[in-house]
């Protein structure tokens, strides 16, 4: 029986795994298809401050602490799998399109001031000579010089390889239930009638890990984003450039040599992975009106794939109502970023079994569960 089995091969399960072998336990990562759920889609932004949120000043520390810990988690990661994650530290720049955009921007300044953020306001000028591909219609921005990004889908190729280095077995298989045996998580029962035992399970299924028969109630939903990625865009952007469009969101994320990441649609329509012409077509759009290069750029990919959303956009993390079985999902829009200190709280419950205090207010408890098992949302 292996220590800890693993539900979920993504980047937050894969690096659970990693933390947790080299804390010397015995772990087994069982996936289907390891990082081509959301990790696949993730566009790599490490920003805790543009994306702070009015009410969510919590997830905004727990960010914040994340972000401070990915260049040592990142060097560390690089010297164990002997590939780069592309780590970029460029800053991340907010623009507003229109006078209502400016408007939207001078209150978030105003939020960020309030929470002693380190955010500096730019004039259009100023922007366009931080990133001079910008559109000269651009009104004004925001800098964030603390706000960065990574290669996601080379930070999931690093994490399987140094895990299996660390000694993680990986299981090829689709989870369909947690074993229980004794009132407890004794592993994981899988879609081939097969079970991987283990004395303890991490369930990080993303989107998915609301649905398994039984594991009791947890306030996880798909949302739904689509996602473009374009090629020939080598030099056109130095940094993330995020941007207000009359009023729709968009990022532009630099990666690589000459890649271009353009998202994301925000859906509630349940597992629904459809690419849609309206949901290229409004990226596109918008990417274009702030950074008119996008035009000749080729589009090389669209997916769609589903964040793990929960009522207050924050993460389950630590112990669950079924003893045996620890939390590390709902992680939302912010899974990248809060990999290396999910990584590291999860590892050190499972190893000493104390939750670290950076993650103590994120346990499923904060919810209340009726009597039916419903979730009705933070107590």
């Given at each position: ?122 004039t259009p000028r100023e922007a366009r000579r931080r990133e001079p591909a910008l559109a000269t219609r651009v009104r004004g921005g925001l800098l964030v010089l603390g706000d960065h990004s ?168 630590g112990p669950s109502r079924l003893p045996g079985l620890v939390l590390a999902t709902g992680h939302h829009r912010n899974g990248v970023l809060l990999t290396p ?39």
């Open positions: 029986m292996t220590d800890v089995a693993v539900a979920g091969g993504g980047l937050v399960g894969m690096a659970v795994a990693w933390r947790s072998a080299l804390r010397g336990l015995s772990v087994t990562v069982v996936d289907d298809a390891p990082g081509t759920g959301a990790s696949a889609a993730a566009a790599g932004m490490l920003a805790p401050v543009t994306e702070a949120g009015y009410r969510e000043e919590a997830l905004l520390g727990l960010g914040t602490a994340s972000l401070q810990r990915w260049p040592a988690f990142a060097a560390e990661l690089e010297a164990a799998s002997g590939r780069t994650v592309g780590l970029r530290t460029a800053g991340t720049l907010v623009v507003g399109f229109d006078e209502d955009d400016v408007r939207e921007l001078d209150a978030l300044h105003a939020f960020q001031r309030e929470l002693g953020l380190a955010v500096e306001r730019l990574v290669d996601g889908r080379a930070v999931h190729a690093a994490l399987l390889a140094a895990a299996e280095t660390a000694g993680v077995a990986v299981v090829r298989g689709r989870v369909a239930d947690v074993a229980v045996a004794g009132g407890r998580a004794r592993g994981l029962r899988l879609e081939d009638g097969t079970t991987v035992p283990g004395d303890r399970v991490v369930l990080a299924l993303g989107a998915h890990s609301g649905g398994l028969p039984s594991v009791p109630p947890l306030p996880v939903r798909p949302v739904k984003g689509q996602i473009l990625r374009l090629a020939g865009a080598g030099g056109l952007l130095e940094g993330t450039v995020r941007a207000l469009v009359r009023g729709r969101h968009v990022y532009l994320v630099p990666y690589g040599a000459d890649r271009l990441v353009v998202g994301a649609t925000v859906e509630d329509r349940g597992f629904d992975a459809r690419v849609t012409a309206g949901g290229v077509h409004d990226l596109l759009h918008d990417a274009i009106e702030v950074v008119p290069e996008v035009e000749e750029l080729e589009l090389a990919e669209t997916l769609a794939r589903w964040r793990p959303g929960t009522p207050d956009n924050a993460p389950l993390l200190v999910t990584a590291e709280a999860i590892a050190e419950l499972l190893a000493t079994g104390a939750l670290p205090e950076v993650a103590a207010s994120f346990t499923a408890d904060r919810f209340a569960v009726g009597s039916s098992g419903e979730v009705r949302g933070c107590r």
